[in-house]
């Protein structure tokens, strides 16, 4: 159980086109989703915290407007990375929460922008 | 504010060693306390946890116990496997935070045969 899935795994897209990366809770109800940032061998960076049906809380210093997320059921919630920049190329994972404290983490989304 | 902060790798083993992965952490509140794993090119995997003080998560033969008095979670295996090769991240929850996670910078282990 509490299987969480992200697709696409990995995208290579041209500078100043927009991205969208989906997260999925499979097998339960997902009230939370966050979205996650990760450069290569370093930490998990927050970006934002999605709760389903409400607008995203974003973590100081991640542009809204740039990285747009909507959770609009309570299994699906969406990153749009918007005109990409090639600083925007990392590893994003999302992660999904029933409401209580445990995060199950998804796959992971590789990002590469030319 | 929270913090974790774990002990720096790369570990590097042999197989059938014991492994030790410090951990500790600051809370302003009662935290519950996880260690997950990721492997090469994949998320993150939920390895154990531990919501008390005293309580001892334990799976995949990893143990690690929530120690208030030392503000500690260790991460112990006493024999390790080459495919226990990963990054090991050891965070906190906070539910006075919205139950955010607050990781630690991540531990690389590699286990040669």
């Known amino acids: 159980g509490a299987v969480v899935s992200q697709h696409p795994s990995w995208v290579i897209c041209k500078s100043g086109t927009s991205v969208k990366i989906e997260c999925r809770s499979l097998d339960f109800q997902a009230t939370t989703m966050f979205w996650y940032r990760q450069f290569p061998k370093q930490s998990l960076m927050l970006m934002a915290t999605s709760n389903e049906g409400s607008k995203a809380t974003y973590e100081q210093g991640v542009e809204k407007d740039k990285f747009l997320i909507n959770h609009a059921s309570l299994t699906l919630s969406t990153l749009t990375v918007t005109s990409a920049h090639p600083e925007d190329s990392s590893f994003y994972i999302c992660?999904?929460?029933?409401?209580?404290?445990?995060?199950?983490f998804g796959p992971g989304t590789r990002l590469l922008v030319l | 504010g929270n913090s974790v902060t774990q002990m720096e790798g790369p570990v590097t083993l042999s197989e059938e060693a014991f492994l030790t992965i410090n951990c500790t952490y600051t809370?302003?509140?009662?935290?519950?306390l996880f260690w997950y794993v990721q492997y090469p090119g994949e998320g993150l995997q939920l390895l154990l946890k531990a919501t008390k003080a005293d309580d001892k998560g334990s799976n995949k033969g990893f143990e690690a116990t929530y120690r208030k008095e030392t503000t500690s979670f260790h991460l112990e295996k006493g024999s390790v496997q080459v495919s226990d090769s990963a990054v090991y991240f050891c965070?906190?929850?906070?539910?006075?935070?919205?139950?955010?996670?607050?990781f630690g910078g991540g531990t690389r282990v590699l286990v040669k045969p």
């Open positions: 809370a302003t509140g009662y935290p519950s």
């Open positions: 965070a906190l929850s906070d539910r006075a935070a919205g139950n955010k996670l607050t």
């Open positions: 992660s999904a929460t029933s409401g209580r404290e445990t995060q199950y």
